[in-house]
């Protein structure tokens, strides 16, 4: 770990200015993914400004009907707050299928958008790693990559984005509040993360010096058909080797809107628009799933390692549509295997 | 009735208060004044040499006291024997900082000392170091037909025994049989504390090294060796320890970090390794086994053949047993077994809990649900009808074995009656079912050890024997056994450990320190005992005048006549009377060979397991596990069920998720963090129920112990792969069963 300053910042315009002062300085919001990556030297921040104090705690109602959850306001606060736990229990779920509750006590939502892919080399400076450093080559191609991704890849990264939460996030669309040096602005979720392309050191589009303020999602939760489905190597505390993101409104048992979404599979949360499309309209049955699960990942290719998972993905599909349709899925239920 | 009975009860952990209160030191936690902190720079290549380290560039840095090379490194001890330790494989031990030559990826090749613990982490990331790099291979699969048979070398590796009868022909006429090879990675112990040396400079070059060590009497003569250290010169204490799994058994290059900078600095040192250089000392080796197996037209076992290959480092042959079992666990009369290792750029594998027999169980035990498949049998009826009385290996007769009741009672309260053979027979909860059950045998073994016993006038007992604990009930058993001997309450008792001030105890592994600590300490508690009658026979009206040792007991308080209660006398009336402050005795304990010489001495186990298994997404869950273990006298009911409990958790993870990746091109380890190497929580743990059957067994040892801490892992990791096959159909037999291969 290389030595920094540190300040805490008492409100937003403070933190953005205490950012811009400091050349190669960071953000820290629970310290869980950014601490562990300074003690491995994968970052280097000269100066951390912390922003888990300033007054963006809140999850507040929304005049247009949708609901802000504020950039600091911890995983578990959000998960377990009453209006998230009705109106978006897929983010409930989700949230609880990650980490641990220490972990989740103590992430921040900005943080868990931010959070750095788990790729194995991307955390070990021996091995070359294009994110970590650019040009230095992708260790993980051709290497061991059970954990990386089938869709959307590029020739310089393989690397997935490891949150839950953000699939959940990608299926229920809101948009990102942000403040900057330039002032503020809206991102909308999907264009907030992106694909590696030549690029991967960036993992999403935010400009220098951006603060996340808030996510505020929009009023259709999906509370009645949904699901989250998350596959791992363990039945708790570990990342999706595949999770799925399910929001469906029927009409009897015909489809008239629904969000779909993978985790797990690419560089960003990946919401599928054709596959959505694929489902409106139709009966949910087990043949509409599986044509629209191998719609999903037509176009997916493994890696070696990850091949597996272009299968799984496909099946995790498929359940996930039909535990949404079936609609007798609750916030706080966490898939655990066999059980 | 009496209250000073506490063998085979379950009386809590006697640390339990001190560990939760946080007054229990571990060893990086001994806060000696003016300590400097070191931090060990590990090589990012698995072959070539160090051609440059610039180490000037930190030294500069105010606060950095010293940069550690092979480049200046004083003179240590020349000959490869100094650095072998008490288990010490075949070959040259590693020599930390010896020379540029770099044998495996993560090798130690600078130690990094400043003030703070922060500045030493910092330097070493500045720290730069130029290599030239050569070929390395670390595929086990390139060297098949490269293994070779080692030539002895560590303590307790066995040889396997020549082929009895005539397997292969056996193979050939059998009724039914089966071929198939099994596989398994790399595994790692990750205990959850750190490796750390808290080396304290006491002047004069004397130190005391507080290490996180499975024996301490190692370590110090491991310094003595390396450093030209005297007796009187290096004390090394480890009085807890956050688990080691047999991560500690050897001297880790911790410890000659924090030893080296201490003498050489001549201040205090304290040395830690990152989670991340925890997969650089020693791991259960990447292993393939072959196993073939006939059946008679009865059902008995007509050829059993079981061939292992692992990998070894190339300074060392690291050895295991791993197929001998597979010739003592059932009856057979043409069995053929062969061990070989082969060499690889990696460090040398490491005996990790059952070290050989977790790996052989697997093969062989999977191969018998196989064989059992093959022959049209239950595989329980099919053990049954293989059971073995006597241990071919050596033509003995076991000293005690009742692993047949073992699986009589594990069966019932597992319900296996329950179970249909056919695979993919059962259905629960949308999924399928599957029950599978797998046993194991373990050595019962006892070593020499010593132990010192002092009672003082107001009737406290201190026993002390420079053993370990490592969160197995060390101090709990034997202030029992203490406390028994001499019938005092286990308040009245205090057992110190961890010290090489104290009497020698073997390295603490192998499931010997119940049966080898404990007898010592029995029998220092039985000499202060004997000083202690003669101290009540004193008295011209004695009730005891004429009593021998034998016709005596110690009971609540009381030293009396066997046969005659009435005749009694107060233990601390006899203390206080006797005018001496303290009394002491010391003693040491050695097997009885003489007994012994006639019998093969093991413990058995079987465990039954259901798992439930997501046919459309792979997922595995165990449901519910159940071990029964024959293991003799089991001394504390609640600190052995842990351990069975925690060999459990062992063999699930082994079965499903444990497996440290090696990425060949690098030849380094990819997935060295608790973030990716999984271990199974809470989540993956069903319930569990532990069955102890009791052997009566006075050859072992006088207590009856034959030790529980490894035992318990057998049988559980082939129970759920077996369960998986009966779930689904499919064989798995690479190890971990990850989702993916059962899509
Ligand atoms: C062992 C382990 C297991 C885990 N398992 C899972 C899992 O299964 N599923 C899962 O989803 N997650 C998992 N996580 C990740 C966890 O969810 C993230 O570490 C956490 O969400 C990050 O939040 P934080 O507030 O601690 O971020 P920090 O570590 O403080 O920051 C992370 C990044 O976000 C930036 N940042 C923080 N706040 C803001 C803001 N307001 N605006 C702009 N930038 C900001 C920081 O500069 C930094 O770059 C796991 C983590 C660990 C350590
Ligand atoms: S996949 Fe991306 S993060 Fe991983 S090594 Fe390649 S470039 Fe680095």
Sequence with gaps: MYPFTYSRATDVADAVRDKAGHDGSAYVGGGTNLIDLMKMNVEQPAHLVNVAKLPLAKIEDLPNGGLRLGATATNSDTAWNEQVKARYPLLNQAILAGASPQLR?????????????????????????????????????????????????????????????????????????????????????????????????????????????????????????????????????????????????????????????????????????????????????????????????????????????????????????????????????????GQ | MTQTNHIGKAPNRVDGPLKVAGTAHYSGEFNVPHLAYGYVVSSPIAKGKVVAIHADEVRALPGVLEVFSHENVPYLAWFDKSYKDQIAPGGSPFRPLHSPDITFNQQPVALVVADTFELARYAAALLRIDYEQEDHETNLETKRTEGYAPGGGKTGFQAPPPPRGNPDKALKNATHSIEAEYAHGAQHHNPMELFTTTVEWRGDGKITAYDKTQGVYNVKNYLMGVFGLGKDEVRVVNQFMGGGFGAGLRPQYSVFMAVLATLELKRSVRVTLTRQQMFSIGHRPNTLQLLKMGTNPDGTLASLQHHALHETSQFEDYTENIVNWSGMLYQCENVKLGYQLAKLDIYSPQDMRAPGAASGNVGLEVAMDEMAYAAGLDPLEFRLRNYADRDQNVDKPFSSKKLRECYKQAAAKFGWETRTQKPRSMRANGKLRGMGMGGGVW????????????????????????????????????????????????????????????????????????????????????????????????????????????EVEFVNGQLRLRLDHDQAVVLRDVLQASGETQLEADSSALPNMLKQQGYSMHSHNVAFAEVEVDEDLGTIKVTRVVSAVAAGRILNQKTARSQVLGSVVWGLGMALMEETVMDHKFGRYVNHNFAEYHIPVNADIPHIDVIFVHEDDDIVNPLGVKGIGEVGMLGVTAAIANAVFHATGKRVRDLPIMLDKLL
């Design chain 1, 105 to 337: 006590n103590a992430a921040t939502n900005g943080g868990n958008l931010m959070q750095r892919t788990r790729c194995y080399y991307f955390y070990d400076l021996a091995t070359p790693c294009n994110k970590r450093e650019p040009g230095s080559g992708c260790s993980a191609i051709g290497g061991f990559n059970r954990i990386h991704a089938i869709l959307g890849a590029s020739e310089a990264c393989i690397a997935t984005h490891p949150s839950d939460m953000c699939v959940a996030l990608a299926a229920l669309a809101p948009t990102v509040r942000v403040s900057g040096p330039q002032g503020e602005r809206s991102i909308a979720f999907e264009d907030f993360h992106r694909l590696p392309g030549d690029h991967p050191e960036f993992d999403n589009t935010l400009a220098e010096g951006e603060l996340i303020t808030s996510l505020d999602l929009p009023e259709k939760g999906f509370a009645k058909h949904f699901a989250y489905l998350k596959l791992r190597d363990r039945h708790s505390y570990a990342f999706a080797l595949v999770s799925v993101a399910v929001g469906l409104e029927m009409d009897g048992d015909t489809i008239t809107d629904a969000r779909l979404a993978l985790g797990g599979v690419a560089h960003k949360p990946w919401r599928d628009h054709s596959a959505e499309a694929l489902l409106k309209g139709q009966h949910a049955t087990a043949e509409t799933f599986g044509r629209v699960a191998a719609h999903v990942v037509a176009n997916a290719v493994g890696q070696g390692s990850n091949d597996f998972k272009i299968e799984l993905a496909r099946r995790a599909i498929v359940r996930a549509l039909k535990q949404a349709a079936e609609g007798k899925q609750e916030a706080g239920d966490v898939y655990l295997g």
């Design chain 2, 443 to 550: 050595d019962a073994t006892q070593t020499k050890s010593a132990a010192k016993a002092l009672i003082s006038a107001d009737g406290k007992l201190t026993v002390r024997s420079a053993t370990g604990e490592n969160g197995t009930g060390t101090y709990t058993i034997m202030t029992q056994i203490a406390a028994e001997t001499l019938g005092l309450p286990l308040e009245a008792v205090t057992f110190e450990l961890g010290d090489t001030d104290q009497p020698e105890a073997p390295i603490q592994g192998g499931s010997w320190t119940a049966a080898s600590v404990g007898t010592a300490v029995k029998n220092a508690c039985d000499a202060l005992g004997e000083k202690i009658l003669k101290l009540a026979q004193k008295p011209a009206d004695s009730p005891l005048k004429d009593a021998k040792y034998d």
